[in-house]
């Protein structure tokens, strides 16, 4: 089972500032500076041989730095003329880059992508298509931590003049990953007070899953394809669930989790451990949960039975239309014991979202 630690997490902002002269003063047709800034980078550490720290967090191995006019990538140079990284390391200490020079006047974009392999890039030549690499759901999963691809591009904002009178640009971008991800804590179902009023008297979870997502997208775009999805009933949710086997899109509890009128509310594990699904925005996720059902009748018996969210509302109660790249949904799944007698079996749940945080780690030896 896949349980992962919650976290209170920010996204990365990378702070990029840009200055353009001539001989004659500001001139917008003159070559750019522009200085990257990992500003909001966190920074994290580990020994040979010990867990990582941050495990729970998407983890910053390395980065490219790229600029472009919107069609063609550019390479900037150093102070003295001389070729400049773009390829950094985070090991190796490099969370801050460097100034890019001499860029071409028409370059109005810095893109940043991480834990990605270098790319090769000449400058004026290699189009912006070579960012457009294909990312595999499962690859993009708790197990790959320190693995997930992220992604920030931002435009150049023209901004005051520094003290020599330079035209300065300015551009904070997000770096994230490319999925959002949803983290169950707990599962509670509302009993009647009364206990002539309950319809049932017990519920047993063994078996959650997701439903309608995509299993491949674009780094560079907001592409997907080969949508993942079952229409839940109660003639398919069977074999849906037989047919998912021991994959990163759900999970079989060892222990079922028992809710009673008494006991209404039962985590999905240790303290601080969540069930979490990495999934592609670009589409509105369906939970399904497989549980049985104990009437509230005289030798009644657990009887199969299922739910499955119909929308995930925020904290005013609106469903949510879009999801966003670099966000965690946190739900603590509650229900209504007369839910699973509905036709359809769907419902809303609340969510909590948070902004996802990127930790730069150095190893220490």
């Keep these: 089972m896949k349980l992962n630690k919650l976290v209170m997490v920010a996204l990365v902002a990378l702070g990029a500032v840009a200055c353009e002269k001539s001989d004659k003063g500001i001139d917008d047709q003159s070559p750019k500076s522009v200085t990257i800034n990992l500003a909001n980078v966190q920074a994290g550490s580990r020994s040979e041989g010990k867990p990582l720290t941050t495990n729970d967090q998407v983890v910053l191995t390395r980065f490219q730095v790229f600029f472009t006019d919107g069609t063609t990538l550019y390479l900037g140079k150093k102070a003295n003329g001389d070729e400049a990284d773009h390829y950094f390391a985070t090991a190796q200490g490099n969370i801050n880059p460097e100034t890019f020079h001499f860029l071409p006047a028409n370059v109005n974009k810095v893109i940043v992508v991480g834990n990605i392999d270098e790319i090769d890039v000449t400058s004026g030549e290699t189009k912006v ?36 009178g330079h035209a300065l640009y300015t551009a904070e971008v997000e770096v994230a990953p490319r999925i959002a991800r949803i983290e169950i804590a707990n599962f509670t179902c509302n009993f ?6 309950r319809q049932y008297k017990a519920f ?105 969210t119909l929308n995930l509302k925020d904290a005013n109660n609106t469903p949510i239309a879009e999801f966003v790249a670099g966000t965690i949904y946190k739900i603590n799944f509650v229900f209504n014991e007369n839910d699973p007698d509905q036709t359809e079996k769907c419902i809303d749940v609340t969510v909590t979202p948070v902004n996802w945080s990127v930790v730069a780690v150095t190893p220490e030896f």
């Design 204 to 308: 047993t979870i063994d078996h959650v899953a997701l439903n309608n997502y995509y299993m491949k997208a674009t780094l560079s775009t907001t592409d997907v394809e080969a949508l993942a999805n079952t229409e839940i009933n109660s003639g398919s949710v069977e074999p849906f669930f037989e047919g998912l086997g021991n994959g990163w899109n759900n999970d079989k509890f060892t222990t079922p989790l028992g809710l009673t009128w008494d006991a209404n509310t039962k985590a999905v594990g240790a303290a601080g451990e969540v069930l979490a699904y990495n999934f592609f925005p670009e589409v509105k996720p369906q939970i399904v949960v497989r549980m049985t059902g104990t009437k509230n009748e005289v030798n009644a018996q657990p009887a199969p039975t299922f739910l499955a």
């Design 129 to 164: 298509e070579v960012l457009e690499k294909e990312l595999a759901i499962e690859t993009q999963q708790e197990e790959q931590i320190e693995a997930l691809s992220l992604y920030g591009e931002k435009g150049l904002t023209k901004q005051d003049t520094d003290g020599e």
């Design 192 to 197: 009647a007070e009364a206990e002539a009023d």
